[in-house]
């Protein structure tokens, strides 16, 4: 009996063909990931974690690709360390480049939040961060009143205004009035009082003294 070597042949064969189709599938693909990645940011001035000695007139992010000029489609924010905006207007951008005017003054750290949309219509987002090592302004202490001078140099010498005295016609009668009636209702009470104390001890007195009521006479005795 004879051995048939038809599947030692087509075994060579078959391992070829899967070879050069992988290889060939590996060379199609390859190229074209990157075109289906997203843009990304690669750059950015200020760069993140970089520390300066004032805050920029601008923040620039350049990205790998081009990205969207419509408006409201690019979206910057950058805040100090107490959360105050530092942004200037709106974002601008062309080609790859993203420009954000800033205004203000920062010390410590100051974030900035982006989202921008990307050449192939996604919109993509990220943060960074710099330091501002700059000390914030101090603030001016108000301007001292001026000493008012008469002519050039000599002070001119103020007087305290003495107060003029009230007159009688202006004098409040209110408590005199409330005094006179308090007095009043205090002699009348007393008044009162005194009949009162009269009345009951008039009573008292007849009270006490002996009645001329005649007796009645005893019944004659039984003779």
């Known amino acids: 009996m004879k051995t048939s070597a038809l599947p030692a042949t087509r075994s060579p064969r078959l391992a070829a063909l899967i070879a050069a189709l ?22 950015s001035d200020p760069a993140a974690g970089a520390q300066l000695d004032a805050l920029p007139a601008a923040l620039t992010l350049t990205f790998s690709g081009a990205i969207a000029t419509d408006a409201g489609a690019s979206v910057v924010e950058v805040t100090d360390a107490a959360g105050t905006s530092l942004v200037d207007g709106e974002p601008s951008a062309q080609d790859n480049v993203l420009t954000q005017p800033l205004a203000g003054e920062a010390s410590g750290a100051v974030t900035v939040l982006w989202k921008v949309v990307s050449s192939d219509g996604h919109p ?43 007159p009688a016609s202006k004098v409040d009668s209110t408590p ?48």
């Open 22 to 43: 992988l290889v060939a599938f590996a060379v199609l693909v390859a190229p074209a990931s990157p075109a289906l990645a997203h843009d990304e940011l690669i750059g």
């Open 124 to 166: 993509i987002s990220g943060q960074l961060s710099f330091t501002v090592t700059a000390e914030p302004a101090p603030s001016e202490p108000a301007d001292p009143l001026p000493t008012p001078t008469d002519g050039a140099s000599n002070p001119v010498e103020t007087t305290e205004a003495t107060p003029e005295p009230v």
């Open 176 to 223: 005199w009035i409330i005094g006179g009636l308090v007095l009043l209702l205090a002699g009348i009470g007393a008044l009162v009082y005194s009949l009162a104390t009269r009345s009951r001890r008039e009573k008292a007195r007849l009270a006490a003294s002996p009645t001329s009521t005649p007796t009645e006479s005893e019944p004659p005795a039984d003779r």
